[in-house]
């Protein structure tokens, strides 16, 4: 596997793997990624917002077999989110979520001090990689959110200071 920043050429590819997964999970309601409207053009939504970058793993093949992003939250220029962490099920398993997570988390310390995610409760492999990374639960969403129909919220700090 070989993690890169996502190109146009694998928008749709990357789409397919989130709708799928969330619907897998019967979370394709509002609220959710499921919706979003950059969801089809990730590549160009990412390169034109500030301090944001999306990655995506590719097999052997150079396929797109999942992929991470990191975004500023809200107006607080010291937080940002990680963004659409999904991975497609033949490549769950093999520690692919970690890799993305590093070279997310190591993008978001030269930009921020605190990352944010929202999530579900249901989703209990990622809860899991969130606690192992260092993640702290909230009790509620912070004042921005667009997801609102998550019900796990989680921050950490990525540098000391501010």
């Known amino acids: 596997m070989h993690i890169r920043e996502i190109m146009e050429k694998d928008n749709q590819t990357m789409e397919q793997i989130i709708k799928q997964s969330l619907e897998s999970f019967s979370l394709n309601i509002p609220g959710t990624a499921y919706f979003d409207p950059q969801l089809g053009k990730l ?24 992929g991470v992003g990191i975004g500023p939250f809200g107006d607080d220029e010291n937080v940002c989110e990680l963004q659409k962490l999904y991975i497609s099920p033949e490549a769950q398993g093999k ?3 970690k890799q993305l997570m590093t070279v997310a988390l190591d993008f978001a310390k030269t930009h921020y001090t605190y990352c944010y995610l929202e999530t579900f ?32 919220w989680y921050i950490k700090q990525l540098s000391v200071g501010v």
């Open 95 to 97: 520690g692919l979520s």
């Open 43 to 66: 590549a160009q939504f990412y390169q034109e917002e500030p301090k944001a970058k999306y990655w995506v793993a590719v097999n052997s093949a150079d396929q797109v077999v999942g």
């Open 121 to 152: 409760k249901r989703l209990e492999a990622a809860n899991h990689l969130y606690n192992m990374f260092g993640f702290e639960e909230l009790s509620q969403p912070l004042e921005g959110t667009e997801h609102n129909a998550c019900d796990s």
